[in-house]
């Protein structure tokens, strides 16, 4: 069964930064194009970043574009998303997941940007 483990969120202030990871069982992981989501208390779960099952192409919401970055290691079942010059509007519980989001949802990772 597939299970998706976020780790890596925590407090910070505005302008630092945060590397989350996640950390994927029970899935052909490099079949798997894959995504970071977040979701703000009383908002919509949304699309932040994605990268294709190689890692050869990614794609960024225009919210974090040239601030964040993902990235993957196939070797280790693993997809990363670094956050630099955070904002606290990027406040929010962080999850991974498949492109399209058909995985079972992980617990996500609290992050919270002070100002």
């Known amino acids: 069964q597939a299970q998706l483990v976020e780790s890596g969120g925590g407090l910070v202030q505005a302008g630092g930064s945060l590397r989350l990871s996640c950390v994927t069982s029970?899935?052909?992981?490099?079949?798997?194009?894959m995504g970071w989501y977040r979701q703000a208390p009383g908002k919509q779960r949304d699309l932040v970043a994605g990268?294709?099952?190689?890692?050869?192409?990614?794609q960024y919401a225009d919210s974090v574009k040239g601030r964040f970055t993902i990235s993957r290691d196939n070797a280790k079942n693993t997809v990363y998303l670094q956050m630099n010059s955070l904002k606290p509007e990027d406040t929010a519980v962080y999850y991974c997941?498949?492109?399209?989001?058909?995985?079972?949802w992980g617990q996500g990772t609290q992050v919270t940007v002070s100002s």
């Open positions: 997941n498949g492109r399209g989001g058909y995985l079972p």
């Open positions: 029970g899935i052909t992981f490099s079949y798997n194009d």
């Open positions: 990268i294709s099952s190689r890692g050869s192409s990614t």
